[in-house]
């Protein structure tokens, strides 16, 4: 019995230990392709932005990208923004964050479609690609 005890108290405890926080959730409105020769903008539906939603999210005092692999990244703080940057060099996303997160939400539904919160950027071979959303 006492062994049951304490095996299902470490298990307790690997779960309290290693979980994870969200610490931000977007869902892309506008897409952009860039490769050598052409350039793509496309729109992007409600319903085909939760197939490309960002996710980041804290683990201890690290960030990990985990909508893209798990990548860790590195928390930038600049001005209004805070810029994550994937340590394997494949892209970053650039966060409004504090003061001007409070500023839009105090916005009209009419102004807050004319900005975006986010921007997640993924560099694919010699190109890239951009996602802008909320």
């Known amino acids: 019995m006492y062994k049951f005890i304490l095996g299902f108290a470490t298990i307790l405890l690997s779960f309290s230990v290693s979980a994870r926080e969200l610490v931000f959730e977007g869902y892309p409105e506008k897409k952009i392709t860039l490769a050598e020769r052409e350039s793509i903008v496309l729109e992007i539906t409600k319903e085909k932005s939760k197939e490309f939603k960002v996710v980041i999210e804290k683990e201890g005092d690290k960030f990990f990208w985990a909508s893209r692999e798990n990548n860790q990244l590195i928390p930038l703080q600049s001005g209004f923004y805070i810029t994550y940057v994937a340590l394997n060099g494949s892209g970053y996303i650039r966060v ?8 839009y939400e105090k916005m009209s539904e009419e102004e807050k ?5 986010y921007m997640e950027h993924l560099i694919h071979t010699l190109g890239s690609i951009t996602y802008y959303g909320r």
């Open 113 to 117: 479609q004319e900005g975006y919160l």
């Open 96 to 103: 409004v964050s504090g003061m001007m997160r409070d500023m």
